[in-house]
């Protein structure tokens, strides 16, 4: 069986995703951040140290690439800064999408004052709602919340986060029949999604990416398709994710999203200057389960890395 050579996505979108705190009103088991929301110390990433950061991500980090910025948590709704965050990141020039990820739980009301704030500034808020399994029992609720946000010109972007193994097809297709992405948890067995002929799985085109073999065979997967896999096809390799991909955290520390233990403090700004210099760095994969985003480029040959800059941007603009 043929090797990957490399891969990379057909989009190239560089992204910045702030926890703005670990504070969370649900505590689903299988969520990645688990430890922090459970943990008894109350966090809230302040506007002050944002702009700290963003003074060197735009000036040393990336000065040119537009950004997307994810607004996450814990529940980012629970911080008591979360609108001033949302206007700080409208108001930057080179962010263009802010995407929130919320469970959903609480008043909708507080979105449409961001999407008030955020047009004043000519940007795109987009609402990714995670109905997750503890929820699902009150799934028309949601969907009432949806629709409400949808009438007032919000985005909506709605997944259900299920274990394929625990909802019957009826409910499965209820959830698709009203527009829910069904989005199985990591590593799940996904034969039974497989085997119902109505329902469509995740699979959009911008979340697409090519894989090259070794024996110079290409195909195009999904994001998706990599998602639920019991391994991850990219560890060991090199990856561009390092720089593209960024996260700062609850308690004002920057890492790449693939190196979370390898952080640095946002209130230093000769740390984050350092830490520019570490990201930009030729770095392996160190991870078993691939949480990253389609964009970056995976290569085993640092050499071809110049080539696969080139080659990706022309294949973009062919798709």
Same mark, same amino acid.
């Given at each position: 069986?043929?090797? #990957?050579?490399?891969?990379?996505?057909?989009?190239?979108? &560089?992204?910045?995703?702030?926890?703005?705190?670990?504070?969370?009103?649900?505590?689903?088991?299988?969520?990645?951040? &688990?430890?922090?929301?459970?943990?008894?110390?109350?966090?809230?990433? +302040?506007?002050?140290?944002?702009?700290?950061?963003?003074?060197?991500?735009?000036?040393?980090?990336?000065?040119? @690439?537009?950004?997307?910025?994810?607004? +996450?948590?814990?529940?980012?709704?629970?911080?008591?800064?979360?609108?001033?965050?949302?206007?700080?990141?409208?108001?930057?020039?080179?962010?263009?999408?802010?995407?929130?990820?919320?469970?959903?739980?609480?008043?909708?009301? #507080?979105?449409?004052?961001?999407?008030?704030?955020?047009?004043?500034?000519?940007?795109?808020?987009?609402?990714?709602?995670?109905?997750?399994?503890?929820?699902?029992?009150?799934? $028309?609720?949601?969907?009432?919340?949806?629709?409400?946000?949808?009438?007032?010109?919000?985005?909506?972007?709605?997944?259900?986060? #299920?274990?394929?193994?625990?909802?019957?097809?009826?409910?499965?297709?209820?959830?698709?029949?009203?527009?829910?992405?069904?989005?199985?948890?990591?590593?799940?067995?996904?034969? $039974?999604?497989?085997?119902?002929?109505?329902?469509?799985?995740?699979?959009?085109?911008? @979340?697409?990416?090519? #894989?090259?073999?070794? *024996?110079?065979?290409?195909?195009?997967?999904?994001?998706?398709?990599?998602?639920?896999?019991?391994?991850?096809?990219?560890?060991?390799? &090199?990856?561009?994710? +390092?720089?593209?991909?960024?996260?700062? *955290?609850?308690?004002?520390?920057?890492?790449?999203?693939?190196?979370?233990?390898?952080?640095? +403090?946002?209130?230093?700004?000769?740390?984050?200057?350092?830490?520019?210099?570490?990201? $930009?760095?030729?770095?392996?994969?160190?991870?078993?389960?691939?949480?990253?985003?389609?964009?970056?480029?995976? &290569?085993?040959?640092?050499?071809?890395?110049?080539?696969?800059?080139?080659?990706?941007?022309?294949?973009? $603009?062919?798709?």
């Amino acid at each position: 069986m043929a090797n #990957i050579k490399y891969a990379y996505g057909l989009n190239n979108e &560089y992204t910045l995703t702030l926890i703005i705190t670990n504070q969370c009103n649900l505590h689903c088991e299988y969520c990645l951040y &688990y430890e922090h929301v459970n943990n008894v110390n109350k966090y809230y990433l +302040s506007p002050s140290t944002i702009n700290n950061f963003m003074d060197v991500y735009f000036n040393d980090i990336n000065s040119a @690439n537009p950004v997307n910025i994810t607004i +996450s948590g814990g529940e980012p709704t629970l911080s008591p800064y979360f609108l001033d965050i949302v206007e700080l990141c409208a108001n930057k020039e080179l962010i263009k999408y802010i995407f929130i990820l919320t469970n959903g739980v609480n008043n909708p009301d #507080i979105f449409l004052k961001s999407n008030d704030i955020i047009q004043k500034y000519n940007k795109t808020l987009v609402v990714c709602m995670s109905i997750h399994m503890s929820q699902l029992e009150k799934i $028309k609720e949601y969907i009432s919340k949806i629709n409400y946000l949808l009438d007032n010109n919000v985005n909506v972007n709605s997944k259900a986060v #299920i274990d394929p193994n625990k909802l019957d097809e009826n409910t499965l297709l209820y959830l698709q029949d009203n527009n829910i992405e069904i989005s199985p948890l990591f590593g799940s067995d996904v034969t $039974k999604l497989q085997n119902i002929s109505n329902l469509s799985l995740y699979n959009l085109v911008k @979340n697409k990416l090519l #894989i090259c073999y070794d *024996d110079d065979n290409e195909e195009i997967s999904s994001l998706y398709d990599l998602r639920i896999q019991k391994h991850n096809p990219f560890k060991g390799y &090199y990856c561009t994710s +390092s720089f593209q991909n960024i996260t700062v *955290d609850e308690r004002g520390y920057a890492a790449a999203s693939c190196f979370l233990a390898d952080k640095y +403090s946002c209130w230093s700004k000769s740390k984050l200057k350092h830490f520019n210099n570490v990201i $930009k760095q030729y770095r392996r994969c160190p991870l078993d389960i691939c949480n990253c985003y389609n964009q970056p480029i995976r &290569y085993k040959d640092i050499k071809l890395l110049p080539y696969l800059i080139n080659k990706q941007k022309e294949d973009i $603009k062919s798709n």
